[in-house]
T-cell receptor, first 115, second 115 residues
Framework: AQSVTQLGSHVSVSEGALVLLRCNYS??????LFWYVQYPNQGLQLLLK??????LVKGINGFEAEFKKSETSFHLTKPSAHMSDAAEYFCAVTGSGAGSYQLTFGKGTKLSVIP | NAGVTQTPKFRVLKTGQSMTLLCAQDMNHEYMYWYRQDPGMGLRLIHY???????AKGEVPDGYNVSRLKKQNFLLGLESAAPSQTSVYFC??????????????FGQGTRLTVV
């Protein structure tokens, strides 16, 4: 069984400030980890993913995330927030083995960017 | 480049009515999923399919049925709609490459209101 916990359902940052969205997971097998972004009234768009290899993963729009196995974390960061980053962000996990095709989502974190 | 297409985009049903949501993908993906999204709950898996002719229950399957008669289509049915099924429904698809899970691609969603 796998689960995802996103700390903070709502995060506010000032424009230009650091964005940090937290995600912790539990998985009985080595995980694949994802961050998705959802803009209002739209579907989910992949920001970045970790499968194997380098633990620091860079995504679109200047976001990056680091897989820390010892902390079971996959926090999302961006050095400088932009107004266009205002959206809801979802962390998701799946197992890495064959047949591990169920994607489990966290409850989401809504990011507000204050001018 | 259509990706995952959901129809309809909006629907209002009366309690007890039935309807079918259609999902079509043009990426030749093996796996397809139906999720529902409710405020503060993230995305919860309703049903999924790992191939043509096969379906399985997810986290919240009650009140829904699915069929996958063709690889590119995944239908979600509500036999007797209830107000608790008011939600935004997302279809997604994904694939395996050399046994490794790839990210899920999402449709734009169907906003269903049951009155």
């Amino acid at each position: 069984a796998q689960s995802v916990t996103q700390l903070g359902s709502h995060v506010s940052v000032s424009e230009g400030a650091l964005v940090l969205l937290r995600c912790n997971y539990s998985s009985s097998v080595p995980p694949y980890l994802f961050w998705y972004v959802q803009y209002p009234n739209q579907g989910l768009q992949l920001l970045l993913k970790y499968t194997t290899g380098a633990t620091l993963v860079k995504g679109i729009n200047g976001f990056e995330a680091e897989f820390k196995k010892s902390e079971t974390s996959f926090h999302l960061t961006k050095p400088s927030a932009h107004m266009s980053d205002a959206a809801e962000y979802f962390c998701a996990v799946t197992g890495s083995g064959a047949g591990s095709y169920q994607l489990t989502f966290g409850k989401g974190t809504k990011l507000s960017v204050i001018p | 480049n259509a990706g995952v297409t959901q129809t309809p985009k909006f629907r209002v049903l009366k309690t007890g009515q039935s309807m079918t949501l259609l999902c079509a993908q043009d990426m030749n993906h093996e796996y397809m999923y139906w999720y529902r999204q409710d405020p503060g709950m993230g995305l919860r898996l309703i049903h999924y399919s790992v191939g043509e002719g096969t379906t399985a229950k997810g986290e919240v399957p009650d009140g829904y049925n699915v069929s996958r008669l063709k690889k590119q289509n995944f239908l979600l049915g509500l036999e007797s709609a209830a107000p608790s099924q008011t939600s935004v429904y997302f279809c997604a698809s994904s694939s395996l490459i050399t046994g490794a899970y790839t990210e899920a691609f999402f449709g734009q969603g169907t906003r269903l209101t049951v009155v």
